[in-house]
């Protein structure tokens, strides 16, 4: 009796353990078809909205229809697939109702259209993304502005493009190829922009911005083609980059701080500069932004500063370092008489600049190694040189200072003999500072 009883326990437990296994077996495959489906339903793919995805057939819509969907759920990723081209007109990805962390996966190519028809009478920007909170666009994908026809202002006939106008012009206002305007928790990597129509990738209000592995492109004389460029931003990290364009690579203007860079390949272009600030006597205010690791070859500038005289407001705290400059005309400039075409008056007031430290900038240049223009009611003051070894590529020409003070932390080449030492007379510099 007792060897029957525990034979029936035996097999009662086996029968237990085997409905727990099934038991698990079960649920495990439960989560996991759960995980597949909210997998599935955060995903929204723009070939499911009816996108052609042949560069002809305009996918506007389909991308509109996408974005509504990724709005509305939290983590969601809108899916551009790689194998195809898609030509999208003007078009802005919303909020702020949006749920956050949304991810634009770009893995094929999006293109501008070239005829006038697509733009009206003009548009700022042709992609936008706008009041969003964590917002990442990544992948191996491409933008495409295809520029030239604004560059040239040439006539807009495309035998391929649905949309052609041969009788018309495209507007004179040029956009912006991709922008983010008043977002927090922005990241842009892996992507290329290519042949912008203006600037290529623009920050207007946004905090917490990462850039990284992109790379911009566009030839050296494409017009006013900036790589990327700061508004009104903060906290701004953007590295391991490469930039070619026709204007600055980076352009950091008024409202900017935290502005970190480091590791960013650049040229051709105009170099990597801060501003222009304070045109038709507006306020300008930055402060806080570090350029470091970079390479900079065949472009106009190196590292500079342009401001317009008239403006008001200050640029202070900035660090240039570990600057390697290959044929670049200047590379090292400031620049308080800035004035872009026509005629330009003199005027007293100016942004003020302070606290510009220079350390190890080396490499060749093929103009003048040094050019600090300053104002005459506002010089330039705390500009520290420290290591720096610029050799001339053609003609042998002197560094060029007109009020500017500061400290050579050592020996120059070549010597900068027109740094003034100390700081001028006046507390204008202190007012202008504080004002910001």
């Known amino acids: 009796m007792k060897t029957m009883n525990m034979n029936l326990n035996t097999i009662a437990l086996i029968i237990a353990m085997a409905f727990f296994v099934w038991s698990s077996s079960c649920t495990a495959t439960r989560v996991s078809h759960w995980r597949k489906l909210k997998a599935a339903s955060s995903t929204f793919n723009v070939l499911d909205y009816g996108a052609k995805g042949d560069g002809h057939a305009d996918d506007t819509k389909a991308f509109e229809d996408a974005w509504a969907a990724a709005c509305k759920v939290e983590g969601s990723t809108m899916v551009v697939p790689s194998g195809s081209v898609f030509l999208v007109k003007p078009i802005s990805f919303s909020g702020p109702?949006?749920?956050?962390?949304?991810?634009?996966?770009?893995?094929?190519?999006?293109?501008?259209?070239?005829?006038?028809?697509?733009?009206?009478?003009?548009?700022?920007?042709?992609?936008?993304?706008?009041?969003?909170?964590?917002?990442?666009?990544?992948?191996?994908?491409?933008?495409?502005?295809?520029?030239?026809?604004?560059?040239?202002?040439?006539?807009?006939?495309?035998?391929?493009?649905?949309?052609?106008?041969?009788?018309?012009?495209?507007?004179?206002?040029?956009?912006?190829?991709?922008?983010?305007?008043?977002?927090?928790?922005?990241?842009?990597?892996?992507?290329?922009?290519?042949?912008?129509?203006?600037?290529?990738?623009?920050?207007?209000?946004?905090?917490?911005?990462?850039?990284?592995?992109?790379?911009?492109?566009?030839?050296?004389?494409?017009?006013?083609?900036?790589?990327?460029?700061?508004?009104?931003?903060?906290?701004?990290?953007?590295?391991?980059?490469?930039?070619?364009?026709?204007?600055?690579?980076?352009?950091?203007?008024?409202g900017c701080s935290d502005i970190y860079v480091h590791n960013v390949n650049c040229g051709p272009g105009h170099g990597i500069s801060i501003g222009s600030l304070g045109r038709e006597n507006t306020k300008a205010c930055v402060r806080n932004v570090t350029v470091r690791d970079v390479t900079i070859q065949n472009t106009l500038t190196g590292v500079r500063i342009k401001t317009w005289q008239g403006g008001s407001g200050s640029v202070q705290n900035v660090m240039f370092s570990n600057v390697q400059v290959s044929g670049v005309q200047t590379p090292i400039a400031i620049d308080q008489y800035y004035c872009d075409g026509g005629r330009?008056?003199?005027?007293?007031?100016?942004?003020?600049?302070?606290?510009?430290?220079?350390?190890?900038?080396?490499?060749?240049?093929?103009?003048?190694?040094?050019?600090?223009?300053?104002?005459?009611?506002?010089?330039?003051?705390?500009?520290?040189?420290?290591?720096?070894?610029?050799?001339?590529?053609?003609?042998?020409?002197?560094?060029?200072?007109?009020?500017?003070?500061?400290?050579?932390?050592?020996?120059?080449?070549?010597?900068?003999?027109?740094?003034?030492?100390?700081?001028?007379?006046?507390?204008?510099?202190?007012?202008?500072?504080?004002?910001c």
Not at 112 to 121: C, D, I, V
Not at 356 to 372: A, D, L, Q, R, S
Not at 419 to 434: F, T, W
């Open 344 to 435: 330009c008056r003199n005027e007293s007031s100016a942004v003020a600049v302070s606290g510009i430290n220079y350390v190890n900038i080396k490499g060749t240049y093929t103009k003048e190694p040094i050019y600090f223009a300053c104002s005459d009611s506002l010089p330039c003051t705390g500009i520290t040189l420290d290591t720096i070894q610029l050799e001339s590529a053609q003609n042998s020409n002197v560094p060029f200072c007109w009020e500017a003070y500061g400290e050579l932390k050592t020996r120059t080449v070549p010597p900068v003999e027109c740094l003034q030492r100390g700081n001028p007379s006046g507390a204008g510099i202190h007012s202008n500072i504080d004002s």
């Open 97 to 254: 109702n949006c749920e956050p962390n949304i991810v634009f996966q770009l893995d094929g190519k999006i293109i501008a259209p070239t005829s006038s028809a697509a733009w009206g009478s003009g548009t700022l920007q042709w992609l936008e993304f706008s009041k969003l909170n964590k917002i990442t666009i990544r992948g191996k994908g491409v933008i495409d502005g295809q520029g030239s026809v604004w560059w040239n202002d040439s006539p807009t006939y495309n035998p391929t493009d649905e949309m052609v106008e041969t009788s018309e012009k495209l507007p004179s206002t040029k956009p912006t190829a991709l922008r983010f305007y008043g977002s927090t928790g922005v990241t842009v990597t892996g992507i290329t922009i290519q042949n912008s129509q203006q600037t290529h990738l623009k920050f207007d209000s946004c905090t917490n911005v990462q850039v990284f592995d992109i790379t911009v492109s566009s030839p050296g004389d494409s017009p006013n083609t900036d790589g990327i460029h700061l508004q009104s931003s903060q906290s701004v990290v953007i590295y391991s980059s490469t930039l070619a364009c026709g204007d600055d690579c980076i352009s950091v203007q008024a």
